[in-house]
């Protein structure tokens, strides 16, 4: 236990979040480990947590017919991947899979949104840690939508 | 102005409206629309000297003139090397050139990355797209003097992994311990095992020092905006930011108003300008 509060208190994610929330989370915590190649969760699963990764690489994929896996992002150590458990119907919206070995604290969703619940302190810093996560894959996703490298601007 | 080392190089011609025929040595596919073209001086002439970040005139015979950034290795100036991409009417005719050809060239135009005036920081280097060719240069210089810098870093965002320029080059760049080399793609499938996304994105792990660094981006407009912000975010501040203008234009010398962006010319006041001499510009729609 020590260990995972240590590790999360270190994680930039967590940065600046009170001693007495982290707390709170690291009961909710546990370690995980994923080989390379394997799948971490599919598109429908039930989202019932989220992952702060230490080392290695995740891709966040979705499966095309016909076309087969298309990657919509990597995940790298440092970062933060999941947050279909926050909102409803907790359901996962792409597969994910590592790519190389990978560790990773895995936060049980059902587990923090009870405690959101309880203590809205905790409810609102995850919210505003979440809020940044989500805006700015909101505008990653633009970006790439734009597809700026390929035409370039002036057609 | 970007730099001190900014002064223009003496050009190929005595008449700088003149383009002179060099001779197409080598033609390397870089990708399925990019090529690098490998070119050799006149007879009668030694070096081709640049500063990195310069650009030169290219003429189709026939078909019209663009300018094209130097991508080559300026502590080798014997070779001069293009790399381009083939887009519309003059860049698709360059593409169809054959080894023995010859091609006009007038150069070296504009200002130049700051190299020099780094030493002592980190460098990132943050580019998208073909905006790694006119950076490539800054990588020779930089290695070619490598005690004086801090960390070295490249950024670079291809649109899919088959667009990722200098395969090759980079591998071997990136088995150095000295120089960090980070890519990213746009787009992929699942053979790709690299990350994707925006390139904006590794800058916020990326291990520079962003209180004693330079920052040179290179790439297309909307890239460079939104790398800037995120370099803000990082605490560089703006007079540690350079930047690569890309205008149309037509003499490349400043007399024709082609390339003009309010009261600057790119082809003779860019195309690298530190982001806090292009700021007011840089963000204006009418511009
Ligand atoms: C200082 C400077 C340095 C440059 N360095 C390089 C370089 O190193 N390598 C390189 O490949 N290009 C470079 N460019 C861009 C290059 O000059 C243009 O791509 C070229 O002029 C296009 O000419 P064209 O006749 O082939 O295309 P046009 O017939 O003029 O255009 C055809 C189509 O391509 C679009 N287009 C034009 N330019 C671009 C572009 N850059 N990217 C995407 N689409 C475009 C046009 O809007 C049009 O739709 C540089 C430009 C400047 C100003
Ligand atoms: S291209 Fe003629 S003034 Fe710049």
Redesign the pocket.
């Known amino acids: 236990m020590e260990n995972l509060e240590r590790i999360l208190s270190e994680h930039p994610f967590l940065e600046g979040m009170s001693q007495k929330h982290i707390e709170l989370l690291v009961g909710c915590a546990s370690n995980v480990v994923f080989k390379a190649g394997e799948f971490i969760f599919r598109e429908g699963e039930p989202a019932d947590n989220f992952y702060f990764i230490r080392h290695g690489r995740v891709l966040v994929e979705t499966h095309v017919p016909q076309k087969g896996p298309i990657v919509i992002r990597s995940r790298a150590e440092g970062e933060i991947f999941g947050w279909s458990w926050m909102v409803p119907p907790y359901k996962w919206h792409f597969d994910a899979r590592a790519t190389e070995l990978t560790r990773a604290i895995t936060l049980d969703g059902k587990c923090l949104r009870t405690k959101c619940e309880e203590d809205h302190d905790l409810g609102y810093e995850i919210m505003k840690r979440f809020a940044l996560v989500i805006a700015e894959r909101l505008e990653a996703t633009r970006l790439q939508l734009m597809d700026i490298y390929g ?5 | 102005m970007a730099s001190k080392s900014e002064k223009l190089i003496e050009v190929v011609s005595d008449d700088p409206m003149l383009a002179r025929p060099f001779t197409i040595r080598r033609v390397i596919k870089e990708s399925h629309d ?1 090529f690098s073209m490998e070119l050799e001086k006149p007879s009668g002439r030694k070096d081709f000297n640049f500063l990195p970040g310069q ?1 030169n005139m290219l003429y189709v015979y026939g078909i ?1 003139e ?6 080559g290795d300026p502590t080798m100036p014997r070779t001069l090397v ?13 593409w169809n050139l054959k080894v023995g050809e010859s091609i006009g060239v007038r150069g070296p135009y ?1 200002t130049a990355w700051p190299a020099a005036e780094s030493e002592g920081s980190d460098v990132v280097l943050i580019t998208g797209g ?1 905006g790694l ?2 950076l490539r240069p800054v990588i020779y210089y930089l290695l070619a003097n490598r005690g004086k810098y801090g960390k070295i870093v490249l950024l670079y965002g291809a649109r899919t992994p088959e667009d990722i320029l200098y395969v090759k080059q980079l591998e071997k760049w990136r088995a150095r311990f000295d120089l960090e080399i980070h890519l990213t793609v746009d787009r992929a499938t699942g053979a790709w095992h690299g990350n994707v996304g925006v390139v904006t994105q590794l800058i916020k792990r990326s291990p520079f020092d962003p209180l004693n660094c330079v920052a040179m981006v290179c790439g ?1 407009e909307v890239m460079m905006r939104f790398t800037v912000m995120e370099l803000e975010k990082r605490g560089v501040t703006e007079d540690r930011i350079y930047i ?6 037509k003499c490349g010398i400043g007399l024709c108003g082609h ?1 003009q962006l309010g009261s600057s010319f ?2 003779k006041d ?2 690298v300008y530190r982001f806090t001499d292009i700021k007011d510009k840089f963000t204006k729609r009418e511009m």
């Open positions: 035409n370039g601007l002036k057609k | 990019t650009f019209g663009v300018p094209i950034s130097i991508s293009h790399t381009t991409r083939a887009v519309g009417t003059v860049t698709k005719a360059m504009g073909i060719a006119p297309p690569s203008m890309e205008r149309n234009m390339c790119v082809c860019g195309p």
